[in-house]
């Protein structure tokens, strides 16, 4: 069983920036790869970006790339996604969501592959 519980949503202006953090218990947390999700309300849950087990390749999806950024550290079993040049269109409840597979390779963007899921942070971004 795993637990991750997702921490600094907010409301920030347009151009700002806010740092969303996961924390995770139960199982061996730095065999495993860590995503973040985001979903809007009717619509479905998007692939935002994906960080290796070992922490050394990341992944973005492509409206993200050169503004957000994955960390992650196996020591305190946490991830992270540091938003920067945030746009109104990034307005989403985000998810942090663990892989499935141990030491899962090639690291992939679909949801299906994540068992273990957050509640949740509400980030709002105005315009």
């Known amino acids: 069983q795993v637990q991750l519980v997702e921490s600094g949503g907010g409301v920030v202006q347009a151009g700002g920036s806010l740092r969303l953090s996961c924390a995770a218990s139960?199982?061996?947390?730095?065999?495993?790869?860590m995503a973040w999700f985001r979903q809007t309300p009717g619509k479905e849950r998007e692939f935002v970006a994906v960080?290796?087990?070992?922490?050394?390749?990341?992944f973005y999806e492509d409206s993200v790339k050169g503004r957000f950024t994955i960390s992650r550290d196996n020591a305190k079993r946490t991830v992270n996604l540091q938003m920067n040049s945030l746009k109104p269109e990034d307005t989403a409840v985000y998810y942090c969501a663990a892989d499935s597979i141990w030491k899962g390779s090639p690291m992939v963007a679909r949801s299906a592959r994540y068992n273990y899921w957050g509640q949740g942070t509400q980030v709002t971004v105005s315009s």
């Open positions: 139960g199982r061996t947390f730095s065999n495993y790869n």
């Open positions: 960080i290796s087990w070992s922490g050394d390749r990341q």
